[in-house]
């Protein structure tokens, strides 16, 4: 199934699910998440974190 939305859309579900082939855009103004098969990119001006209790097991984690 393909969507357009022209307007705002709102939708009361247990769960939404969404694949791609190559990669899921979600965008609001100047910000943009990014999901990739590989990657998962957050662009903004800033992000809030208060609160968060991050857990990652990676090799690296490379920020500003």
């Not at 357009?4 to 100047?30: H, N, R, Y």
Request: net charge negative.
């Amino acid at each position: 199934a393909a969507w357009t939305v022209l307007s705002a859309m709102d939708a009361d579900a247990p769960e939404v699910w969404a694949e791609a082939e190559e990669q899921i855009i979600l965008k609001c103004g100047a910000s943009t998440i990014t999901i990739s098969e590989k990657t998962i990119s957050i662009e903004a001006a800033s992000l809030d974190l208060d609160g968060a209790d991050i857990d990652a097991d990676t090799g690296s984690i490379t920020h500003n």
